[in-house]
Protein backbone atom coordinates (compact mmCIF):
# COMPACT_ATOMS: atom_id res chain seq x y z
CA UNK A 1 0.00 0.00 0.00
CA UNK A 2 0.83 3.28 -0.83
CA UNK A 3 2.35 6.13 1.95
CA UNK A 4 -0.74 8.38 0.04
CA UNK A 5 -3.34 5.82 0.06
CA UNK A 6 -2.64 5.36 4.00
CA UNK A 7 -2.79 8.98 4.57
CA UNK A 8 -5.89 9.13 2.64
CA UNK A 9 -7.57 6.30 4.62
CA UNK A 10 -6.57 7.62 7.50
CA UNK A 11 -7.78 10.97 6.98
CA UNK A 12 -11.22 9.18 5.80
CA UNK A 13 -11.11 7.14 9.22
CA UNK A 14 -12.09 9.82 11.12
CA UNK A 15 -13.83 12.59 8.63
CA UNK A 16 -16.13 10.43 6.55
CA UNK A 17 -15.56 6.90 7.50
CA UNK A 18 -17.07 4.27 4.87
CA UNK A 19 -16.74 6.36 1.92
CA UNK A 20 -13.99 4.46 0.09
CA UNK A 21 -16.39 1.42 0.26
CA UNK A 22 -19.60 3.50 -0.56
CA UNK A 23 -17.55 4.66 -3.41
CA UNK A 24 -16.49 1.19 -4.41
CA UNK A 25 -20.04 -0.37 -4.13
CA UNK A 26 -21.28 2.48 -6.58
CA UNK A 27 -18.17 2.38 -9.52
CA UNK A 28 -15.55 -0.07 -8.85
CA UNK A 29 -17.24 -2.60 -11.26
CA UNK A 30 -17.36 0.26 -14.17
CA UNK A 31 -14.05 1.45 -13.30
CA UNK A 32 -12.47 -1.16 -11.47
CA UNK A 33 -9.90 0.89 -8.73
CA UNK A 34 -11.59 4.23 -9.03
CA UNK A 35 -12.65 4.43 -5.00
CA UNK A 36 -8.93 3.75 -3.95
CA UNK A 37 -7.67 6.05 -6.52
CA UNK A 38 -10.12 8.64 -5.36
CA UNK A 39 -8.97 8.06 -1.73
CA UNK A 40 -5.01 7.83 -2.42
CA UNK A 41 -4.88 10.78 -4.83
CA UNK A 42 -8.02 13.01 -3.46
CA UNK A 43 -7.39 12.56 0.40
CA UNK A 44 -3.66 10.83 0.84
CA UNK A 45 -2.14 13.41 -2.19
CA UNK A 46 -4.47 16.83 -1.83
CA UNK A 47 -6.52 16.97 1.27
CA UNK A 48 -3.56 15.28 3.49
CA UNK A 49 -0.51 17.66 2.51
CA UNK A 50 0.80 20.07 4.58
CA UNK A 51 0.66 23.79 4.49
CA UNK A 52 -3.34 24.29 4.37
CA UNK A 53 -4.93 22.97 7.72
CA UNK A 54 -8.11 20.18 6.63
CA UNK A 55 -10.98 22.69 7.44
CA UNK A 56 -9.68 25.47 5.25
CA UNK A 57 -9.05 22.86 2.14
CA UNK A 58 -12.53 21.65 2.65
CA UNK A 59 -14.34 24.94 2.56
CA UNK A 60 -12.32 26.05 -0.39
CA UNK A 61 -13.63 22.88 -2.00
CA UNK A 62 -17.12 24.14 -1.02
CA UNK A 63 -16.15 27.14 -2.56
CA UNK A 64 -15.08 25.58 -5.78
CA UNK A 65 -18.18 22.84 -5.96
CA UNK A 66 -20.46 25.99 -5.51
CA UNK A 67 -19.27 28.49 -8.28
CA UNK A 68 -19.52 24.75 -10.69
CA UNK A 69 -22.78 24.45 -9.74
CA UNK A 70 -26.23 22.64 -8.98
CA UNK A 71 -24.23 19.47 -10.79
CA UNK A 72 -21.98 19.18 -7.67
CA UNK A 73 -24.84 19.03 -5.34
CA UNK A 74 -24.24 15.58 -4.72
CA UNK A 75 -20.85 16.48 -4.34
CA UNK A 76 -21.00 19.55 -2.70
CA UNK A 77 -23.54 17.64 -0.06
CA UNK A 78 -20.38 14.92 0.93
CA UNK A 79 -18.17 17.95 1.48
CA UNK A 80 -20.34 19.72 3.54
CA UNK A 81 -20.24 16.83 5.75
CA UNK A 82 -16.77 16.47 5.44
CA UNK A 83 -16.37 19.86 6.26
CA UNK A 84 -18.46 19.76 9.68
CA UNK A 85 -16.24 17.30 10.09
CA UNK A 86 -12.87 19.00 9.62
CA UNK A 87 -14.36 21.75 12.96
CA UNK A 88 -16.46 24.08 9.86
CA UNK A 89 -19.30 25.71 11.76
CA UNK A 90 -22.91 25.86 9.63
CA UNK A 91 -22.12 29.44 9.92
CA UNK A 92 -18.72 29.17 7.97
CA UNK A 93 -19.92 26.97 5.93
CA UNK A 94 -23.14 29.27 4.22
CA UNK A 95 -20.68 32.33 3.97
CA UNK A 96 -18.64 30.62 1.65
CA UNK A 97 -21.44 29.16 -0.14
CA UNK A 98 -22.99 32.89 -0.37
CA UNK A 99 -19.30 34.52 -1.32
CA UNK A 100 -19.46 32.16 -4.31
CA UNK A 101 -22.27 33.97 -5.51
CA UNK A 102 -20.58 36.90 -6.54
CA UNK A 103 -18.15 34.52 -8.90
CA UNK A 104 -20.09 31.35 -9.71
CA UNK A 105 -23.91 33.79 -9.71
CA UNK A 106 -26.61 33.99 -7.67
CA UNK A 107 -28.13 30.52 -9.18
CA UNK A 108 -25.23 28.55 -8.26
CA UNK A 109 -25.06 29.88 -4.46
CA UNK A 110 -28.78 28.57 -4.25
CA UNK A 111 -27.92 25.53 -5.76
CA UNK A 112 -24.93 25.79 -2.52
CA UNK A 113 -27.60 26.99 0.19
CA UNK A 114 -29.71 24.60 -1.02
CA UNK A 115 -27.18 21.33 -0.48
CA UNK A 116 -26.51 22.58 2.64
CA UNK A 117 -29.82 22.80 4.06
CA UNK A 118 -30.29 18.95 2.94
CA UNK A 119 -27.36 18.71 5.20
CA UNK A 120 -28.21 20.37 8.04
CA UNK A 121 -31.45 19.76 7.98
CA UNK A 122 -31.90 15.97 6.75
CA UNK A 123 -35.86 15.79 6.72
CA UNK A 124 -35.97 18.58 5.05
CA UNK A 125 -34.15 17.27 1.82
CA UNK A 126 -36.25 15.54 -1.24
Partial sequence: MSDALQKGRDLLADMNPGLEQLLADRYDALVPGMAETLVEYGYGRHYARAGVDLKTRQLC??????????????????????????????????????????????????????????????????
Fill in 61 to 126: TIAALTALGGHTAPQLKVNIKNSLAAGASQTEIIEVIWQMALYGGMPAAINGLNAAKEVFEPGDGP
